[in-house]
């Protein structure tokens, strides 16, 4: 099976959206083939994590599991770039890498999902520990707004994260729960990417809780937390 290869400095997990902002040249050609009727593509294309080389320009070295991403929207503008809003729908392992046309294909050997053992058990701790950590986070960020701003631009700060930072109910399918967890935690680009290359949702939700409550003990103590540009929510190529 082969698909349009799209390296980026970030991390998709499936189940969770990826908004691209297509620019260069051989993207909007890519995104062209992918939108047009009858494409062999159907829309999807896979993402590999960057780590060596750029994003725009060369030929980037990517990680050899990547996310198949499915595009649900897309965005034409006069200029020829593209506002695409794809979807995680499933990881594979990358191959061979065909460079010879105006963008790159690529080799994938869609990966299984399987749950592990004791996935639905690791439901209830994940949960706490995902509770915890967003509060932890509220707090750390109103913390910190209260050393920098005057007391009513810190309840301004609180109430917005208020509505920004609600309780978080996890997916019953511990597959989705665990990739749902990948997606808001705030730590490196590597972990993340060692996340999505586990090989169940057991043995992932298991490093995920002990990631939650690191993150949380951390924030408790002053450390900021590792800012990605997907965590901006938007993805230049």
């Excluded at 965005?75 to 061979?96: I, K, Q, S, T, Y």
Aim: proline share 8%; with cysteine; aromatic share 6%.
């Amino acid at each position: 099976m082969q698909l349009p290869y799209f390296p980026l400095h970030t991390v998709v997990f499936p189940h969770l959206p990826l908004p691209v902002h297509v620019f260069e040249e051989r993207y909007r050609a890519m995104a062209t083939d992918l939108m047009a009727n009858g494409s062999p593509y159907a829309g999807r294309f896979i993402v590999g994590m960057i780590v060596d080389g750029p994003e725009v320009g060369g030929n980037a070295t990517t990680r050899p599991v990547g996310t198949i991403c499915e595009v649900r929207s897309a965005e034409r503008f006069p200029d020829g770039r593209w506002v695409l809003l794809a979807v995680g729908v499933g990881r594979a392992r990358l191959g061979a890498i065909d460079r010879s046309g105006p963008y790159a294909i690529v080799e994938i050997d869609p990966l299984d999902e399987p749950e592990g053992d004791g996935a639905d058990t690791l439901l209830a701790p994940a949960q706490r520990a995902l509770d915890r950590y967003m509060a932890t986070v509220k707090r750390f960020v109103v913390r910190t707004a209260s050393v920098r701003h005057e007391s009513q631009e810190t309840t301004d700060v609180a109430a917005s994260l208020d509505m920004m930072l609600k309780p978080i109910q996890l997916p019953k399918d511990p597959v989705a729960a665990s990739y749902a967890i990948g997606g808001l935690l705030q730590i490196e680009l590597s972990r993340k990417q060692h996340l999505l290359e586990l090989p169940d949702a057991a043995t992932r939700l298991r490093a995920e809780v002990d990631l939650l409550r690191r993150e949380s003990s951390l924030l408790d103590d002053g450390a900021l937390p590792p800012v990605q540009a997907s965590d901006i929510g938007y993805n230049p190529n």
